[in-house]
């Protein structure tokens, strides 16, 4: 396959030689990032999308387009301790959206699709090579004091995954259902069901089926300020090993003291049953989020969260993660951007069903600067640098992975 892309050896090392010569002039001369830096957590389940609220858009047509693309070398693409294995890979992500309705002029139906897949190219690992789908589909209707939602999101992934260990070729099936009922002008009933179905390639990757349901009192103490309180129930549904249930109770506060400070944060904690068992464990869980405008020009975003995952290397173990992933978006001058995004997560196993620690954890650091160029309202480039640290109590989980890469953007 690589003699049909490049024609023959000589070929290719000269197309690798100016790959990485771009690449450095890029980072030298601070060529922007196309998207802003965050760092990303290591997580074994899906993101939860949810039921996203569509913002006003000045486009006038209902369709949007989207192309964004990287060119990235990572030194270490297994995540390995030992043998790294390094590799130039490139990153093509089209995108379309179709959305009807809008909240502020008709608000009483939204509809929005999406479908924005990535391709993957690698230079030398050619096995690696993928084509991951992201297909969403959101739909909400307000009956009066009555608002319902629906959530469709099917998506794969091939990225590396610190769970098991290299990269693990993954399917998600997200579904979120909502209902919410406003039983006055300040009180409203909140209810939510989730289902979110993990399938993988790998025979050694245990599969999982889980489901949720919320209900939670959310009332508005002032216009600035609302409080909830409420609980989840869970239900874990492992392939060939034994399921698993919790409980959940939660206070939610969501506070927008002006334009420039917004903050929200979850608290409570968790009950946790398995199959054929009497044992059981207790832990706190929590999501934090607050975004800050202190001046025109710049944008500061933390969020944090704690919460137990079934590992999906070792169905008798759990663990327990708790994070903190910290982003700055600064302008420099007018359509130059600074974006510097961290993040720290420490997480630990323990054996299922007793509870016991497995002896086995680790801490995940991430650090990303990133430059970003507007062109214009249509096109963005830009640069990065990622570093990311996983520091084990055992040797040979801990691994060093560096990223350097240039970024495109166009959406029309």
């Not at 830096?37 to 047509?61: F, H, I, W, Y």
């Not at 794969?156 to 990269?167: F, H, N, Y």
């Not at 002008?185 to 245990?206: F, G, H, K, M």
């Amino acid at each position: 396959m690589r003699q049909a892309f490049f024609g023959n050896q000589a070929l290719k090392q000269v197309g690798r030689t100016a790959s990485a010569v771009v690449c450095t002039v890029f980072v030298f001369l601070a060529l922007p990032q196309a998207r802003a830096g965050t760092a990303m957590a290591p997580s074994v389940s899906a993101p939860n999308p949810g039921v996203d609220v569509v913002e006003k858009s000045d486009q006038q047509l209902p369709v949007t387009f989207s192309l964004n693309f990287d060119s990235v070398y990572d030194d270490n693409i297994y995540i390995r301790n030992q043998n790294r294995v390094g590799d130039f890979y490139w990153m093509i992500n089209p995108g379309v959206s179709y959305v009807s309705g809008d909240p502020q002029y008709q608000p009483d139906q939204l509809f929005r699709l999406s479908y924005k897949p990535k391709i993957y190219q690698f230079w030398d690992e050619t096995k690696n090579n993928s084509f991951d789908q992201d297909l969403h589909l959101d739909y909400q209707v307000n009956l009066g004091h009555l608002t319902l939602g629906l959530a469709q999101t099917y998506y794969t992934d091939s990225t590396p995954t610190p769970d098991t260990g290299g990269r693990l070729k993954a399917q998600y099936y997200d579904t979120h259902v909502f209902a919410n009922y406003e039983l006055s002008p300040r009180l409203t009933w909140e209810n939510e069901v989730t289902q979110l179905i993990s399938r993988y390639d790998s025979s050694s990757a245990i599969e999982t089926n889980a489901w949720t349901a919320s209900s939670y009192l959310d009332y508005a103490v002032c216009p600035k300020f609302n409080l909830a309180v409420g609980g989840t129930l869970g239900y874990v549904v492992l392939d060939q090993y034994p399921d698993q249930f919790y409980e959940q109770f939660n206070l939610r506060m969501k506070y927008k003291a002006t334009n420039k400070i917004n903050l929200t944060a979850r608290v409570g904690g968790e009950y946790r049953q398995f199959e054929h068992s009497n044992d059981n464990s207790i832990s706190p869980v929590f999501a934090l989020g607050a975004e800050f405008h202190p001046g025109l020009w710049t944008t500061l975003k933390v969020d944090g969260e704690g919460k137990t995952l079934p590992s999906i290397s070792d169905a008798n173990q759990n663990y327990r993660t708790y994070g903190l992933n910290v982003s700055l978006r600064q302008q420099i001058v007018p359509h130059f951007f600074l974006n510097l995004g961290s993040g720290y997560y420490h997480s630990f196993y323990y054996n299922t069903p007793s509870g016991d620690s497995a002896g086995f954890q680790y801490d995940f650091i991430t650090v990303r600067p990133a430059l970003e160029w507007e062109l214009n309202p249509h096109f963005t480039v830009g640069a990065y640098y990622q570093h990311q640290t996983n520091i084990s109590n055992q040797d040979d989980q801990s691994y060093l992975d560096n990223q350097v890469g240039i970024q495109g953007g166009f959406k029309y």
